[in-house]
C-alpha cells in the first residue's frame, strides 16, 4: 500500500495514523531483539514523509494531534523535522494532552538540553486534573481515527513524566489514577487503552522507585484474611487477587476492609469491587 499500513486487511487506501503506530510497533520489536527488515521500515518513513502536512497548514486539533503522532514515530529516524517540531511547539495549546506529551519527548529525543521541553512540560502539567482520587488529563477532542479517552491521555502523560521529570508530584497520584480506573476483571477499556496505560505504569514505577519495592502486606474482611504476600525488587509488579463470595459479607451491618502495609520501600497499590446480581426471575417488567 503505497509503503503505508491501512486499517485492515484488504482495505485500498494506507492510513498515516496506523503507518505511524505501526513504525512504532517495529521499533519497540527491533528494540526487544527481533529482527525486524529494514526495507519495511524505509516504506513506512517514505510513506510518512509523503503525505505529513506542515504545521501551519494543519485546520484541525486532530490534523495537529496526528502530525504530533507521526513526528514522534519518525524521531529516531535520520531526517530534518525541525520545522515540524518548530510548528508544533508554536501551536502547542491546540494539541491534546496526549500529543502535547509526546511532542515533549520527541523534542528531548532530539536535544536533550533543548529549554522548550521544560515550557512543554510546564503546559502538560497545568491540563492536569486534580482530585481526591488522583491526576488525569482529559482530551477535548476524540474520534474513531485518534482515540483521546482520559485514560489515554492519561497515560501518555504519564508516560511522558515519568521519562523527563520523575520528580514530578503528578506522578504517583496520576499512577493511581490509572491503577484505580482498571476494570475488574483486569486491564483497562479497551486494548488501545492497555497498551498505553501498561507502557505508562511500567515508566512510572521506574521514575518513583517502586520496582525495587520491598516489603509485606495483608487484607482482612471482617478480621478474616483474605489476602497476604511480599514483594521485593526481583518481582515489584505481581499482584494478588482475593475473591469472597457476597454470601459471606454482613447483610444488615458494615463490611470493614482493612489492608495493612509492613515497612519497606515503594508503595502498594490497591482496589476493591463489589459486583452484586439478581436473578433475572425476580426482575419486574418495565412496562
Known amino acids: 500500500h503505497e509503503g503505508g499500513w491501512a486499517w485492515w486487511k484488504g482495505a485500498r487506501n494506507p492510513d498515516p495514523f496506523i503507518t505511524a503506530y505501526v513504525l512504532l510497533g ?19 518513513v517514505a510513506y510518512l514523509q509523503s503525505v505529513m502536512i506542515l504545521p501551519g497548514d494543519a485546520d484541525s486539533r ?27 511547539v508554536a501551536r502547542r495549546s491546540e494539541l491534546s494532552p496526549w500529543s502535547l506529551g509526546l511532542l515533549a519527548l520527541t523534542v528531548y529525543e532530539r536535544q536533550p538540553g533543548e529549554s522548550r521541553v521544560s515550557v512543554l512540560l510546564t503546559d502538560l502539567e497545568s491540563r492536569a486534573l486534580r482530585s481526591a482520587t488522583g ?87 471482617n478480621d478474616r484474611g483474605i489476602a497476604e504476600g511480599s514483594t521485593s525488587s526481583a518481582a515489584p509488579t505481581g499482584s494478588i487477587k482475593a475473591t469472597v463470595p457476597v454470601n459471606q459479607l454482613y447483610a444488615e ?20 469491587d463489589l459486583n452484586t446480581y439478581h436473578p433475572a426471575q425476580d426482575a419486574g417488567a418495565i412496562n
Open 253 to 272: 451491618s458494615p463490611n470493614a476492609l482493612l489492608i495493612q502495609r509492613g515497612p519497606g520501600t515503594g508503595a502498594l497499590y490497591y482496589r476493591a
Open 62 to 88: 486532530r490534523e495537529l494531534d496526528g502530525l504530533s503522532f507521526q513526528v514522534y514515530a519518525l524521531r529516531k529516524q535520520d531526517l530534518d523535522l525541525s520545522e515540524y517540531i518548530d510548528g508544533l
Open 135 to 221: 491526576v488525569h488529563w482529559e482530551g477535548e477532542h476524540r474520534t474513531w481515527i485518534l482515540p483521546g479517552s482520559a485514560i489515554f491521555n492519561t497515560s501518555v502523560s504519564l508516560f511522558t513524566l515519568a521519562q523527563l521529570d520523575p520528580a514530578s508530584t503528578s506522578l504517583t497520584p496520576a499512577l493511581r489514577y490509572l491503577i484505580s480506573h482498571q476494570k475488574s476483571g483486569g486491564g483497562w477499556p479497551s486494548p488501545f487503552d492497555s497498551a498505553w496505560a501498561i507502557m505508562a505504569v511500567i515508566e512510572a514505577m521506574q521514575g518513583t522507585g517502586d520496582v525495587q519495592a520491598d516489603f509485606d502486606f495483608l487484607a482482612l474482611l
Open 26 to 44: 517495529l521499533d519497540q520489536a527491533s528494540r526487544a531483539g527481533l529482527e525486524i527488515g529494514s526495507h519495511f521500515i524505509e516504506q513506512a
